[in-house]
């Protein structure tokens, strides 16, 4: 497949520049399982589209505030995009600057204290950091939230809290799983009062989830790497929630990504049943790969051309997804990470 084959035009007021007043208030297009029109609803109304008994898996990441800014010994100024805590005072990074550092020289931090360059891997660079306390501490004051880059503002105060989900618990991403952002505390205790249980994941979504397919030939496209876990428990619900007849709904793309490295066959599960895992992931999901992990899925509208976009191409179908994104333009939902979501069926379910 090519990545032309996932192009659309979107008009740039649609792309959402900041969330809503209540989380919860954003739309909700449903995509259902028989093959028919589209459903407009709130967000809000989710309890109402699910049934007792079914499994809705979250992502647990929480966001760091991994953007920092400061100067070279030359003068030259620097932007620092943490991509990856690595334990300790050391850190994966990207670095926005007009000419390379070399490994051994330092970058004066604005924030205070500075950075040593140990080395380079690709775009990233290995970092140890110099700072008053504990990296991840001294991040929480004197780093920046890293908004992504199609929005165009700096971000504000509010958006702490918002470009997080309610339910953030494992810090290490640097990017939110936005579909859970739709989520507020009296929405999670509607839809426990109507039966529907909840599961927790962790993967850390980082840098790359922001870096274009740069091959129009998909084969040639080498995936980034993200950290993850699946726990016993998670395994256990999904087992559990699976024999009662429920349904598994994954709250975004991360948790398909997690579940489905999960499933991996290999030499010791042959079978590629759902099994713990904690480890490193590149799986990339395009059309033509089956997804088993989940019976639904709860998503934001992705950017054209990304991988996020193939992902749900692969869960419902190509021309389906793009029916429904042209039926989202059409009716000027939101998109991307503080826009709206959609509720997402496979259309082979009955």
Known sequence: MKKSDFHYLLPPRLIAQAPLAARSSSRLLLVPPIPGAFEDHVFSELPDLLAPGDLLVFNDTRVIPARLFGQKATGGRV????ERLLGGDEARAQLGVSKSPRSGSRIALDAGGEVEVLGRDGEFYRLRFHVAESLEAWLLHAGQLPLPPYIQRAPGADDAE??????????????APTAGLHFDEPLLERLAARGVGFGHVTLHVGAGTFQPVRVDDLDQHVMHSEWLNVGAALVEQVRR???????????GTTVVRALETAMRPTPENPAGELLPYAGESRLFILPGYRIRSVDAMVTNFHLPESTLLMMVSAFAGRDRVFAAYAHAIAREYRFFSYGDAMLLFPESMQ
């Open 79 to 82: 932007e620092i995009l943490i």
């Open 162 to 175: 918002r470009y997080q989900t309610v339910f953030a618990r494992e810090t290490g991403a640097v990017a």
């Open 241 to 251: 929630t699976r024999a009662a007849g429920g349904r598994v709904i994954a709250v």
